[in-house]
């Protein structure tokens, strides 16, 4: 495979790029919360137009916290990927919803370039809260949704590897979904 599957920057001023606007974006949705809770007690209060002013300043904060974080996304997407063969994709760092975007373009990709296989890095979840990943299973699901033929940690722990034209069985998507959320589908 292209790089190691870990989470490092070959830059240091990526990572620090990154992180910097991953803060600038967890500041602007506290300005963001803290706007809109005013805003609910100014409406609460009858204070109708203060509500609204503040109301307003909390979607500019809003606003501006996607913003940061779209760049932190594209900083982290492209140091993960910038070695990478083209039927690998590295999702270290993203937003579920950055994830799910940037899975569905390489899709696209791959079709357009008749790759027949991809594989998707998403790690092993270690640094999402409680531990628990929150990629893996949405782009499983989101493989499942496309029905790609898809198989869990190959060709290591943390990667999906999935196959474009082959449509997978209904036991195998019972036998996928069960060792995805360790039970067995009542739909299949």
């Known amino acids: 495979m292209g790089q190691e599957l870990s989470h490092q920057f070959e830059s240091e001023s990526a ?15 506290k300005l963001r919360n803290d706007c809109f809770s005013q805003s609910q ?5 009858r204070q109708g137009l203060k509500a609204k002013e503040l ?6 904060h809003g606003k501006k916290m996607e913003q940061y974080n779209s760049k932190a996304a594209e900083v982290i997407f492209n140091e993960n990927n910038k070695n990478r063969p083209p039927n690998e994709l590295d999702l270290h760092g ?11 373009l390489k899709i696209q990709y791959c079709k357009a370039k008749n790759i027949d296989n991809l594989t998707i890095i998403v790690g092993r979840g270690k640094h999402s809260s409680n531990g628990v990943a929150k990629l893996k299973p ?8 496309y ?3 898809c198989i869990l940690d190959k060709p290591t722990v943390g990667c999906l590897y999935v196959e474009f034209g ?11 979904l069960e060792t995805l959320f360790g039970e067995r589908c009542v739909i299949c």
């Open 55 to 60: 109301s307003q300043k909390g979607k500019e």
């Open 166 to 176: 082959h449509k997978p069985t209904k036991e195998y998507l019972s036998s996928f």
């Open 15 to 29: 990572e620090a790029t990154y992180q910097r606007y991953r803060k600038l974006a967890g500041d602007e949705a």
């Open 94 to 104: 993203l937003y579920v919803k950055e994830a799910l975007l940037k899975t569905e």
């Open 41 to 45: 007690s100014a409406f609460t209060s």
């Open 147 to 149: 029905q790609f033929h």
């Open 138 to 145: 949405a782009i499983a699901e989101l493989m499942e949704k």
